[in-house]
């Protein structure tokens, strides 16, 4: 993955004076996405609109009400739905996990052979899924499979990022986003992670 991280931060540079300044500035790209493809999803439904410690400790009490035996999908669908409720996830996101592991236990989602699939065949599977949205989506797509040419149109922080970098009045729309980041193809997750480390850390990196 580090020579491709190479030949991104090389090609980020060549057409652009902005990441060459960028990369110069943090250094080389440490994007470390997490092959363990359900519990990823778990930790997307999860932590949706919570800071990152309460999530953790959501989490936490999840694997404590399987007993050790293990964030799967048949082990979560064991729970009682107030076993899941107690743990502090509402009933949405108890509905949305439930869809999630029904989904994975009889084989709508491929969950096992997502990498195989293009990022859009992803994409129309994970969106199936009850409470995941198209910058879930993303995310897995990034933190997860590794996939290099992700635009994340509704990311705050890859939005603020464009704004401050390209001097923009206000955050970008989709479109000019897209418009913006035509040049970073076929790199634009390795240009939407220096936009996000220029503000702050980035997690898995």
Request: glycine residues 6%.
């Amino acid at each position: 993955m580090s020579s491709q991280f190479k030949k991104a931060e090389q090609h980020l540079s060549r057409n652009s004076p902005i990441f060459r300044k960028i990369i110069r500035q943090i250094g080389p790209c440490t994007l470390k996405p997490n092959p363990d493809y359900f519990q990823v999803l778990v930790h997307t439904i999860v932590a949706q609109q919570l800071s990152t410690r309460a999530a953790k400790t959501i989490e936490t009490r999840l694997h404590d009400a399987l007993d050790g035996k293990g964030l799967t999908p048949k082990n979560i669908q064991r729970l009682a739905d107030e076993e899941i409720r107690v743990c502090g996830l509402s009933g949405g996101k108890t509905k949305s996990l439930r869809d999630l592991c029904r989904r994975c236990l009889d084989g709508s989602l491929p969950i096992h052979r997502l990498r195989e699939l293009s990022d859009e065949e992803v994409r129309e599977h994970l969106l199936e899924v009850h409470g995941i949205g198209p910058w879930s989506v993303d995310m897995y797509l990034i933190f997860c499979l590794g996939r290099e040419d992700v635009l994340p149109v509704g990311d705050f922080g890859l939005k603020a990022a464009v704004r401050d970098h390209y001097d923009l009045k206000e955050l970008p729309s989709a479109p000019q986003l897209l418009e913006i980041a035509e040049p970073w193809r076929p790199f634009r997750t390795i240009a939407t992670w220096y936009c996000w480390r220029s503000r702050g850390p980035v997690p898995q990196s």
